[in-house]
């Protein structure tokens, strides 16, 4: 009798997982069920990849594959919680794989954090990649100036979003309501600020050089936040960056429309406004015997929007054990508790990059395996059944395609490349073709 696996969540740890169980496992030894709150698939690669970087999306043609491998299924719509309960699992699956992510940023725990104009990244990651939780009304960019808090990568390309022109986002699949908002932005300058240096921040290379093409912004380094100490000690990445930055920190402005403007050892210390943010406090800082401190010497930035990129964490699941500590599932090897395992950022915190998601899952499922080889098959009813008791229909595989179809027609319809995504959770399932 194959072993029947379900695994809540559809991004790359999820998917990865789907795939390490089928081969670790072999042919017709395992049914995979993959659960999912959305109707659609792969997670952060639909909805945290930025738009302009289609390498990286393609990522999702990978996934495409193993969704419709033999003993694998894909049931979108279903929430842990709410459809379904950890009990319910255990009776309809021999295992469990919980592998939701980090889905909300860390908040910075300064005053004015909550001020209408302060938000986390995450958020306006998800407007512009059409997440259906986020409508694409939620943001207007009516501020001639944007903080983003961070320097690290989704925060490199939260800036390049909001420093290119509609006109360069306009063959990707950002929704339509988001370029015309982006195609309105008055946006004139993009302020990125890291607490310490530019030999610790997080962003990679290839994403910083990509900042110093864009055709619609200047670049500006402070020479004196860019630092002059021997780089030879440092790792060839982070040289790397450290070049590159003090290469533009030599570079004279070429009266681009926008502005790009980098800091370094400054740290937020509190946002200002008093219906809304209208500037933020800045404290420089240095660096005493590894930790960040203030210097006491404070700058007022005048910013009408503030954007937090300053980590990832993953938020507790109804009835699976959670450590607030490390915002992670307490597990070995990917063991949770008899029957229940976990794989990705919910297993080992925000860390590494999408591929590393691959072995991460590949040891959750050898250990999973390891288990069940002890085990007696679970005789419960199928998930399908209990399901349908409770009026609940899942969005399938097949209806998924129905969704990327009508993406790609209104692509062609709008004359804007291959896909353009449906905005909201009501064109989405429109799109399934349900009565």
């Not at 509609?166 to 195609?183: G, H, I, K, M, N």
């Not at 100490?229 to 060839?236: E, F, G, Y």
């Not at 008093?274 to 015997?289: F, H, Q």
Request: glycine share 10%.
């Amino acid at each position: 009798m194959p072993l029947r696996v379900a695994i809540i969540g559809s991004g790359p740890a999820g998917i990865y997982a789907a795939e390490a169980l089928t081969r670790q496992a072999g042919t017709g030894q395992v049914e995979v069920d993959v659960l999912e709150r959305l109707p659609t698939p792969y997670g952060l690669v639909r909805y945290g990849v930025a738009p302009d970087h289609t390498s990286i999306k393609s990522i999702a043609g990978y996934l495409r594959r193993v969704l419709e491998l033999p003993g694998v299924r894909f049931l979108g719509g279903i929430e842990l919680g709410r459809d379904v309960t950890v009990a319910d699992l255990a009776r309809c699956y021999d295992a469990v794989i919980y592998c939701t992510g980090a889905m909300v940023d860390r908040r910075m725990g300064i005053p004015g954090e909550d001020l209408p104009g302060s938000v986390a990244a995450t958020d306006f990651v998800n407007w512009y990649c059409g997440h259906p939780d986020v409508p694409g009304d939620a943001f207007t960019l009516d501020s001639t100036d944007v903080a983003v808090i961070g320097v690290g990568n989704v925060a490199v390309d939260v800036v390049r979003i909001l420093a290119k022109t509609a006109a360069e986002l306009s063959a990707t699949d950002v929704p339509q309501e988001v370029l015309a908002r982006l195609e309105g932005s008055r946006v004139r300058a993009v302020h990125m600020i890291g607490r310490r240096g530019p030999e610790h921040a997080k962003f990679t290379l290839k994403e910083l050089r990509e900042l110093g093409e864009l055709r619609n912004a200047d670049v500006r380094v402070r020479p004196e936040e860019a630092g002059d100490t021997d780089v030879s000690a440092l790792s060839r990445q982070i040289r790397g960056n450290v070049e590159v930055l003090r290469g533009w920190a030599r570079r004279a402005p070429e009266g681009r429309p926008r502005l790009l403007d980098v800091r370094f050892w400054m740290r937020p210390v509190e946002i200002l406004g008093s219906e809304r943010v209208e500037a933020i406090r800045l404290e420089r800082t240095v660096l005493a015997d590894g930790r960040v401190t203030g210097t006491g010497e404070f700058e007022t930035l005048p910013v009408g929007m503030v954007l937090r990129s300053v980590g990832y964490q993953s938020v507790p699941l109804p009835g699976v054990p959670f450590d607030p500590a490390t915002s992670t599932v307490p597990n070995t090897e990917g063991r949770v508790a008899p029957g229940q395992y976990v794989a990705g950022w919910l297993k080992r915190g925000p860390t590494g990059v999408i591929g590393t998601n691959k072995s991460d899952a590949a040891e959750t499922v050898r250990t999973l395996l390891a288990d069940a080889a002890g085990r007696e098959p679970v005789e419960g009813p199928a998930l399908d059944d209990l399901l349908a008791e409770r009026g609940v229909r899942p969005v399938t595989y097949k209806e998924w395609l129905l969704i990327e179809a009508a993406e790609a027609e209104l692509a062609r319809t709008l004359g804007r490349g291959d896909r353009v995504k449906l905005a909201g959770l009501r064109a989405l399932l429109a799109a399934c073709e349900r009565d």
